[in-house]
T-cell receptor
Framework: NAGVTQTPKFQVLKTGQSMTLQCAQD?????MYWYRQDPGMGLRLIYY???????DKGEVPNGYNVSRLNKREFSLRLESAAPSQTSVYFC???????????FGPGTRLTVT | QKEVEQNSGPLSVPEGAIASLNCTYS??????FFWYRQYSGKSPELIMS????GDKEDGRFTAQLNKASQYVSLLIRDSQPSDSATYLC??????????????FGQGTILTVHP
C-alpha cells in the first residue's frame, strides 16, 4: 500500500497563477484533510472532508477550494495564488473510528 | 488561549536518557490524543495514540494521559540520536460532528546528543 500520495512534490508559482494539489489514499479511509505548515504556526487545517460528498472549512480556508472527487481523492485548488500561500501543504486521511490521521509526503509551494 | 499547548523546548537530552515531552489541552471533553514525530523536511508520522486515562507503552515510547489535569505526555526511554525530531501533540476536541478533526500543538524540537 502506498498510503497517502501527493502531487506535485514541489511547485513555484507567480502571483495570480492557479494550480491544483492532488491527494490520493489507498487505505479506504472515509475522512481526508488538507493542512498547511508554516514556521512558528504549526499545522493549520485548511479544509476537510468527513466522507465522500462532503467538505467543510477548517481554520484557514480563505483563498482555497477543495473537491472530494471520490473516496480516494481529495484535491486542493488555489485560484489566484498569493505570496502568503507560500507554505508546505500536507494531505492526510483517517478512519472515522480511530481518528488516527496519516499524512502524505507534502507539497512545497513557493509563490513569488 | 491555544487549545493544545506543548512545552516550548527545544529539549536536549544525552543518548540513553529519558526524554519527556508534555502537552496540555483546554477542552475538558477531549477524548483522543496523538503523538506525531516529524523529521526535518518530512511529513508527520503517527507514533502513539491514547484514548483513556493512564499509560500506554509501545517499545521505548510511553504515552500518558491525565484527563483530570488535562495533560498528555510522551516519554522516550533510552533516547537515540535517531529520535531527534519535532514531536507534535494532537487532540480531538469534543463537540460538533467533525469526525477525526484534530487540533495540533506547535511542536517540541528534541535533540538527542551522543
Amino acid at each position: 500500500n502506498a498510503g497517502v500520495t501527493q502531487t506535485p512534490k514541489f511547485q513555484v508559482l507567480k502571483t495570480g497563477q492557479s494550480m491544483t494539489l492532488q491527494c490520493a489514499q489507498d487505505m479506504n479511509h472515509n475522512s481526508m484533510y488538507w493542512y498547511r505548515q508554516d514556521p512558528g504556526m504549526g499545522l493549520r487545517l485548511i479544509y476537510y472532508s468527513a466522507s465522500e460528498g462532503t467538505t467543510d472549512k477548517g481554520e484557514v480556508p480563505n483563498g482555497y477550494n477543495v473537491s472530494r472527487l471520490n473516496k480516494r481523492e481529495f484535491s486542493l485548488r488555489l485560484e489566484s495564488a498569493a505570496p502568503s500561500q507560500t507554505s508546505v501543504y500536507f494531505c492526510a486521511s483517517s478512519e472515522r473510528w480511530t481518528d488516527e490521521q496519516y499524512f502524505g509526503p507534502g507539497t512545497r509551494l513557493t509563490v513569488t | 488561549q491555544k487549545e493544545v499547548e506543548q512545552n516550548s523546548g527545544p529539549l536536549s537530552v544525552p543518548e540513553g536518557a529519558i526524554a519527556s515531552l508534555n502537552c496540555t489541552y483546554s477542552d475538558r471533553g477531549s477524548q483522543s490524543f496523538f503523538w506525531y514525530r516529524q523529521y526535518s523536511g518530512k511529513s508527520p508520522e503517527l507514533i502513539m495514540s491514547i484514548y483513556s486515562n493512564g499509560d500506554k507503552e509501545d517499545g521505548r515510547f510511553t504515552a500518558q494521559l491525565n484527563k483530570a489535569s488535562q495533560y498528555v505526555s510522551l516519554l522516550i526511554r533510552d533516547s537515540q540520536p535517531s529520535d531527534s525530531a519535532t514531536y507534535l501533540c494532537a487532540g480531538k476536541l469534543s463537540g460538533g460532528t467533525s469526525y477525526g478533526k484534530l487540533t495540533f500543538g506547535q511542536g517540541t524540537i528534541l535533540t538527542v546528543h551522543p
